[in-house]
């Protein structure tokens, strides 16, 4: 016993009747009370504000199942409403219960930290709604740049999406654009004037993640009060979720709920509320992976895959590398009034040949960075990041007639190839041979495509 009283979790053990026979000192100094106030009385004796209802104690002793992470609010003896996270497991003896004993983690001051950044971000989306504006800087599908086929193949079934109501699923690597294609999809459909809610569910615990999204009432917790959560700010439009396989699975039962009924009911409540929010999800890991490892729920998975748009990573884009470097360029040409003209060769054929671990954000970026240090001119291979000026490492050739002829013809058509954009039919137009032939060409010289 002396063991368990000096652990920093509150312990509190009752027999079959609900009359504690163990509490121990992290408990009573969590509930502002003396461990002999509280040791030989029943439960609701002790805190009048629980009852067999929300008192997680008396539930395991009726049902004789444990409950595991569950949230719980109460008045302690000086009326301080507190907030913990329970577990609690049903006392078994020759088959039969004998008691129950509670391990709580108090959250209080979480719960209170959760509020004031909740009430800060409902600030902000009610300023711009009072301004009837949208989200500034939103995307449209007009400045999505590319021309790969299977990226475009999935900005056109975005395209389509925008129409309807249905949950959406991006899939895509960090960086690879997928809240570019998210707002294009909110700017697209009919709920463009109307509210575009972000929350990347990674950013937040649970205990905070869920008061955000659902909203709470006032006395719910210490510092609470009647706001409402994401959804409620987001009615009428569209949420964003990102990276919801990092949502904790009991609030992704929660959600799933929400999708299915379109009500809500804020941490606290009793009431419930219809919403008419249209759900938008992103996740950066392969979803087979994600439901293999249990860390998405198969239910919201299918719920939320109403329509599956995965978009390619860059090293699988390759064609659209070039065209996006020129937009960056111009891009940040104009930011920074710079007047740097394009790439030599080499830095194309650089470019063109790294794998961009990052995606598009890495590109962009890239083209930043090297803004800072020049401002005329082109961009010569000495511009490029140390990382991709070492990834690009042309190879040496003894200057034989034979080892002269496969060094230009590998130039000729790796700049072919550059010319087109990287479209193997306009390439091998160019240099008027058989397609057939460009390709055992690349093959050959071992082009990076």
Partial sequence: MAVLDSIDEA??????????????????????????EVIGKHITEVFPSLDRDTSTLLKVLK???????????????????VVTVNSTLPIFRHGEIIGAVEVSKDITQLKFLSEKVAQLQQMLYSKNQSK?????????????????????????????????????????????????IVQSIHTGSVRQNRPFVTQNCAAMPENLLEGLLFGTTKGSFTGASDRPGLFELADNGTLF?????????????????????QKIRRVGGMTEKKVDTRVIAAMNVDANWALEKNILRKDLYFRLSVVNIHLPSLKDRRDDILPLAKYFLEKY????????????????????NYDWPGNVRELSNCIEGMLNFKSSGKFSLEDLPLIIQQSYKPRHIKQGLKDLVAKYEKEAVLGALIDAGFNISKAARSLDIPRQTLQYKIKQHQIKI
């Fill in 11 to 36: 312990i509190h053990v009752v027999d079959k009747k609900g009359i504690t026979i163990f509490y121990n000192s992290k408990a009573a100094s969590l509930d502002g009370l003396l461990v002999d």
């Fill in 63 to 81: 049902t004789k199942k444990p409950i595991f992470n569950q949230q719980q609010s109460f008045s302690n003896y000086r009326r301080n409403r």
């Fill in 132 to 180: 009837k504006e949208q989200k500034p800087n939103l995307y449209q599908f007009g400045d999505i740049v590319g021309e790969n086929n299977n990226f475009m193949s999935a900005v056109n079934r975005a395209q389509k999406v925008a129409r309807t109501d249905s949950p959406v699923l991006v899939s895509g690597e960090t960086g690879v654009g997928k809240e570019l």
């Fill in 241 to 261: 979720l990102d990276e919801i396989n990092s949502m904790p699975l009991p609030l992704q039962a929660k959600l799933l709920r929400v999708l299915e009924d």
């Fill in 333 to 352: 040409n104009t930011k920074f009034k710079t007047k740097v003209r394009g790439f030599e060769d080499e830095v194309v054929a650089a470019l063109s």
